[in-house]
């Protein structure tokens, strides 16, 4: 497909930012990126993106809207993802996370810029729900993080609603691996994620790789969850987009690959694929940790066509590529 439609994407310098980016310049729209670098980095995108490097605020925004003309859409990737943080320091979630996206809407709404898709996460669900988790569930988010998803994605509903602003929440499970298509991958500043840490340590560039807890109620004890590949994720980010842009109603997504992976079984996958050994040590569980967390994604598949094109061993292959060409990330 051609187009030269512009695109806005905000905290597009980060992970899932730009890889979807990649996506979407393949594609054929034009892009505009707003990121302060507080986490991302410049180098992951290629020459030819529009970049600012601000701040998200009203001003800012009507700046870039000045300056690039017609907005036919955002992606809202901006935000702190760290949930042990969020549940230490939570007003700087609370003003970043939350404050900044309605900064965005009002923005949206001031300039006539009706399509929005806005990353959510499946902290959103808490830790109540024992079978596959589905979008119609009560929200019961249990740490800050997860609260200030929900909120954002409650005020999407309501400027739908209020001034018909058209959004697609997506909740992603665990976002994992590195692009197939460019040397880009995950470098968060302080990295929290599994897949990452476990391949560091097979490589040698961390000691050892902490399991919080083998006692919950799964078969070899550590906690199950879902990963899905961060180019599946962009995919599913440029259907919502044309899905909105060609006039589509509001709605919401799962995100995940419907199968679960233990925490174990991703250490010893990652053992037979890469013929590395990984130190690990058994340790306390961390506060709120749920047993197990799997996506039903057949929402997204029934109405965007959507459905995750790659497994967890290709997950962990690409994220291996990516560590061990690129063993300092991006610097
Ligand atoms: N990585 C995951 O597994 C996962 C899972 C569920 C949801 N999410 C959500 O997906 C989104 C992207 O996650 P990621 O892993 O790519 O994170 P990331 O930290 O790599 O990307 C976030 C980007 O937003 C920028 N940013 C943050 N606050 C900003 C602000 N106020 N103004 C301008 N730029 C700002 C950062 O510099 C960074 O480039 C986040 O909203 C996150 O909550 C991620």
């Keep these: 497909m051609s187009t030269s439609k512009q695109i806005l994407v905000l905290g597009g310098a980060g992970y899932i930012g730009s890889h979807t980016i990649d996506l979407l310049e393949r594609s054929g729209y034009s892009i505009i990126v707003l990121d302060n670098l507080y986490s991302g980095h410049k180098k992951s995108l290629s020459k030819n993106i529009q970049f600012e490097k601000n701040d998200i605020s009203k001003n800012n925004l009507s700046d870039i809207s000045d300056k690039y003309g017609e907005i036919s859409g955002i992606i809202h990737f901006a935000s702190f993802i760290e949930v042990g943080e969020s549940m230490k320091d939570p007003y700087k979630y ?11 809407m009002e923005f949206m709404k001031n300039r006539g810029i009706r399509n929005i898709v806005f990353s959510s996460s ?12 589905k979008e119609s569930y009560i929200k019961k988010p249990i740490n800050v993080y997860g609260y200030t998803k929900s909120v954002v994605e409650d005020l999407l509903s309501f400027y739908d609603e209020i001034y018909g602003i058209k959004s697609i929440s997506l909740r992603y499970f665990n976002a994992s691996g590195a692009s197939h298509f460019k040397n880009i991958g995950e470098d968060h500043p302080n990295e929290t994620h599994l897949i990452p840490l476990i391949i560091k340590t097979a490589l040698g560039l961390r000691e050892k790789i902490m399991i919080y807890g083998d006692d919950y109620n799964t078969p070899d004890g550590t906690c199950i969850r879902d990963y899905i590949h961060v180019d599946d994720l962009a995919q599913a980010h440029l259907l919502s987009l044309e899905h909105l842009i060609n006039g589509g109603d509001s709605d919401v997504f799962n995100l995940g690959g419907s199968r679960g992976y233990s925490v174990k079984e991703i250490i010893e996958t990652t053992q037979n694929i890469t013929n590395l050994h990984v130190n690990k040590e058994i340790t ?16 997204i598949q029934k109405k965007l066509k959507w459905e995750p094109k ?6 962990i292959q690409t994220a291996f590529n990516w560590h061990k060409n690129n063993p300092d990330g991006f610097n």
């Design 284 to 299: 306390q569980r961390r506060e709120g940790d749920p047993d197990i967390l799997i996506a039903d994604y057949s929402k």
């Design 310 to 315: 790659y497994e967890v061993d290709d997950i």
């Design 94 to 104: 609370i003003s970043n996370n939350i404050d900044r996206s309605t900064d965005v």
């Design 122 to 133: 499946a902290a959103v669900y808490g830790k109540d729900y024992k079978d596959k988790l």
